[in-house]
């Protein structure tokens, strides 16, 4: 087993409540597609380490750019049921439509939105629990952005992952991982980076995890393969962990995908 990563990922957890989560007080996450075309319904999947009650059936908010962006989606009207959600028992009727009903009528505009649920444990009712799952909406014709795309997190397995940017063939690239997409880092004229800056996103930055391959490299042909490798961890199962990149040529930020472990 490769040390370094295993701890970032539990250190990274611990950050997130893994103390809490021994004691069976879950954190809760989430995935969605990444990218998807203007126009389409943002499916999610909500799950947790540990079993958590979430506030309603459909996502609180959906912002603009950043977690602390412009609103652009509230829900109209969403029941309150009793969901409960932990590992290998998933929560996948929660959907942003993809629309933007706080400021224009129709589809919402090309770029990335963070999607906001919420949910407490479900043994102590603990205050509630924010996690946000940023996805990026393409146009449905236009300039092609780099895409990064990830396969199943399965804990003791290795997961492909994938990076491609044709107009931009044999360009430096590099991709990084978080355990959650919270706050993120403002670049500047690059973007907002999705990525928390955590221990994991550290380790896998600075290529010194042992567990991943490929994530810099430069993109042959316009692409290029990647791989991270999921430590066998029972307390792992339910959690996330967030991928981005960047074609540092064109200075151009992947979309972010965030994924359950399994």
Request: net charge neutral; glycine share 12%.
């Amino acid at each position: 087993m490769h040390l370094r990563t295993t701890l970032a990922l539990v250190a990274g957890l611990g950050l997130a409540g893994l103390a809490s989560a021994q004691t069976n007080v879950g954190i809760l996450s989430g995935e969605a597609p990444s990218p998807v075309p203007m126009g389409s319904a943002v499916p999610l999947r909500i799950e947790a380490t540990a079993p958590m009650s979430l506030a309603s059936a459909c996502p609180d908010e959906v912002r603009f750019g950043s977690p602390t962006g412009p609103i652009v989606w509230k829900p109209t009207f969403c029941i309150l049921p009793f969901i409960t959600v932990g590992p290998g028992r998933p929560y996948t009727q929660m959907a942003w439509d993809g629309t933007d009903n706080q400021n224009r009528p129709g589809p919402a505009a090309p770029g990335t939105y963070f999607i906001r649920f919420r949910g407490t444990d479900a043994n102590t009712s603990n205050p509630f629990s924010v996690r946000w799952v940023p996805v990026r909406i393409d146009p449905v014709t236009g300039p092609t952005l780099p895409v990064l795309k990830v396969g199943a997190l399965t804990r003791g397995t290795t997961a492909p992952l994938g990076v491609s940017d044709p107009l931009n063939a044999n360009a430096p690239y590099w991709i990084a991982a978080s355990l959650g997409t919270n706050t993120g880092q403002n670049l500047g004229p690059v973007g907002h980076l999705a990525l928390d800056f955590d221990p994991l996103f550290f380790v896998t930055l600075n290529n010194i995890s042992g567990l991943t391959a490929g994530f810099q490299g430069t993109l042959s042909g316009g692409s290029a393969s990647a791989s991270i490798l999921i430590p066998n961890i029972a307390v792992l199962q339910g959690a996330q962990i967030a991928f981005q990149g960047a074609v540092t040529t064109s200075l151009v930020l992947t979309n972010p995908v965030q994924k359950i472990i399994g």
